[in-house]
């Protein structure tokens, strides 16, 4: 089992930034691809990012977020960090981290991670 505790949102203005943190717990090492998706009221839940635990260099990012959030880690604390610069009301959401297997062809959808956290609210005043 892996446990995945996300933290760090909360109420921004439009154009400011936020840093959202997920710690993994437990079984790790079957944490290979971790992401960060976030769900907004009455919509499905969409891709933000992605990282390959073990390789640098991996990050890959949803059109809408893209050029605005960096995805980082710190392997010693197991915690993946998800930078949010220039926010925008749209970005408003819940925000889940995720960790699964290494399957390439669904490292983007929801079917390719099989543990998730319990999601952190971030709002975006306009």
């Known amino acids: 089992q892996v446990q995945l505790v996300e933290s760090g949102g909360g109420l921004v203005q439009a154009g400011g930034s936020l840093r959202l943190s997920c710690t993994t717990s437990?079984?790790?090492?079957?944490?290979?691809?971790r992401a960060w998706f976030r769900q907004a009221p009455g919509k499905e839940r969409e891709f933000v990012g992605c990282?390959?635990?073990?390789?640098?260099?991996?990050?890959e990012y949803g059109d809408s977020v893209k050029g605005r959030f960096t995805i980082s880690r710190d392997n010693t604390k197991n915690t993946m960090y998800l930078q949010m610069n220039s926010l925008k009301p749209e970005d408003t959401a819940v925000y889940f981290c995720?960790?699964?297997?290494?399957?390439?062809?669904?490292?983007?959808?929801?079917?390719?991670?099989?543990?998730w956290g319990q999601g952190t609210q971030v709002t975006v005043s306009s």
């Open positions: 437990g079984r790790t090492l079957n944490a290979l691809r």
């Open positions: 995720a960790a699964g297997g290494p399957n390439y062809y669904a490292r983007k959808s929801t079917a390719g991670y099989d543990s």
């Open positions: 990282i390959n635990w073990n390789f640098a260099g991996t990050e």
